[in-house]
């Protein structure tokens, strides 16, 4: 493939106008994009990247623009993805857009990308990986993701970051009582922002005393989501054996909840240093090793699926064979797995 | 397959606990149940689907209390799907036993199954379209499927019905301003429940202000979310060949925005007169034919993707390739896409 070897070539020498277009390609699957992925693959192995959840007005953004300047200070660049698939009818300004117009707009050190492609929400925790992976090859050392925590497809793109920080308020009427599902497994860190306001302390309390009662329970559950196609397929995941080949159990990660009032900095030297202390206990118990396989995993699986996909609705009959089925399965005449099982005998053959 | 032809000669001479017992083979996946849901294929065809969804303690389990009630007193029998896929940390009672527990627990004419099966949120959307079928096939003529909307998934739950009530309150703290997206495009119906407490006309103007901003759209956008595999592999959807064949654009639905107290059944009437009129403007448009034809098509992909799944991951050698290959992936030496290639090869050959 000679395709983009000239955009490589200036993607490699730090042209940042290379950069924003292979995301570009990648984000949308434009003609090479897999060649690019597979290009730029274990580029960016060695990027530090920490996941930001949380429901809609936790203060995010400012957490986020306030991580960039402390790492800014020390000398680490900074890549940020931005995900917010909430839709149009919230009229607010894009998370990336808000970042941008902060203080880093002219830093070289910085890069910003926002994703919100609406229309593309389950695709976009696939998209967003890959541009993740584009960002880090290119060499920025810290990327940050920022997520809009309303959905399990944002859950999972926070959670496939080395570290999953959680910010909550006190007044987003998200009691822990009724939190999403899988939200507060997925943590590392929680932060507790505005922490100023009236039952501030009694949120932090109420994550402590969950945390407590999970204890003993393994530090980190992968939210379930994962793997479940393959539940369905019957399919023994493979993790199992990789995790069981470290060893993370000697030395449990305690969840540490932080306080912060991100408006005026304050408790952000304090979430970087937990970072930090998060980032030294991964490494220290090959749980990092353990979390990048996992997700290499994942991407062989999205890899292999996509490829079926392709060959049975794109390059296959699939469709055709589908839609001449419709009014005989409508009548009942035949069912779905008799139309399912001549469409996978037409792939194969 | 002989397997299960006693279980099933005994669901269709009305055994109740063989409807039980099919249902449990086909939620669990246990042996056969892909025979059992092709034999029961057409048979609940003419159940009326209606999908009651809403963020938690918006009421939906007593207007779905007040609903059995009101069509047992018309003659018609009613099953039910609970869904709540919430964390454990809620400490709430299940939905579907909150609802056994009141006054239907002894009436032969109600059915009611709660699905939460933790662990398996992304194959929930699946296995409670299967359940819903074999209640349908049963011969329970309304089937009323009871979700908490808290993800995409259960969102698609509730939209894969006939017609889907999205029940909001006044209190929720979610203004629709930050409103998960999908919920409000979802909706053929909406229902502000609690009425009586402060905020409630305001909410329902604000809702009603937002349908108007969406006059001269679509009247029902399907969720985002659907087909995004095939998206991702570039496919053609094959609905728009069957919406064209139909003509829903002639007489337009008007969403009708409620208010119901539901604690005391009032609203409740005109709620299920609502839902008559919108299953007669399903058929007389033949939307009705366009909806039924897009959840068969949904169901003929699910099938051919889990039998590819199935293929690689649980037939073929793709774990033990993928296995094999971590440590090369982990070092870069090969990436994702070449190691998938392999798999896929190996599965056709």
């Known amino acids: 493939m000679t395709q983009h070897d000239d955009l490589l070539a200036r993607f490699r020498a730090g042209q940042r106008a290379a950069l924003a277009r292979v995301i570009s390609i990648v984000e949308n699957q434009r003609e090479g994009f897999q060649e690019l992925l597979h290009e730029l693959h274990g580029g960016g192995r060695n990027a530090r990247r920490i996941g930001i959840t949380g429901p809609p007005g936790a203060g995010k953004s400012t957490i986020t623009s306030n991580l960039i300047r402390l790492l800014r200070e020390r000398g680490q660049t900074v890549g940020v993805v931005a995900v917010d698939p909430t839709s149009p009818y919230t009229g607010g300004a894009l998370l990336g857009d808000r970042i941008r117009m902060n203080d880093v707009a002219s830093d070289e050190g910085v890069f ?48 496939a970051s080395d570290t999953t920080v959680v910010v909550l308020v006190p007044e987003s009427g998200d009691s822990i009582q009724t939190m999403k599902a899988g939200l507060m497994e997925a943590a590392d860190l929680f932060v507790i922002n505005k922490a100023d306001r009236p039952g501030a302390p009694r949120l932090a309390r109420e994550v402590e005393m969950m945390l407590h009662l999970r204890m003993g329970q393994a530090m980190r559950n992968i939210p379930a989501h ?38 005026g900095g304050e408790g952000l030297p304090e979430l970087l240093a937990a970072l930090d202390a998060h980032t030294a206990w991964l490494e220290e118990t090959g749980e990092l090793v353990r979390r990048r396989r996992a997700r290499l995993e994942e991407r062989v699986r999205d890899a292999v699926h996509q490829s079926l996909l392709l060959r049975v609705w794109q390059d296959g009959e699939g469709g055709a064979i589908l839609e001449k089925s419709l009014e005989a399965l409508d009548a009942g005449e035949v069912t779905p797995y008799e139309v399912a099982a001549r469409i996978v005998r037409a792939a194969a053959g």
Do not use: C, N
């Open 226 to 263: 994962h793997g479940v196609d393959l539940r369905r397929a019957g399919k023994k995941t493979t993790s199992s054996s990789t995790s069981s080949s470290t060893s993370t159990e000697h030395r449990a990660w305690e969840i540490p909840v932080l306080l912060t009032q991100a408006e």
């Open 112 to 159: 910003i990308r926002s994703m919100a492609t609406r229309g593309a929400l389950g695709g976009l925790a696939a998209a967003t990986r890959e541009v993740i992976d584009v960002i880090a090859a290119y060499g920025f050392e810290v990327i940050l993701v920022e997520t809009v925590g309303v959905g399990q497809s944002e859950l999972d793109i926070a959670a």
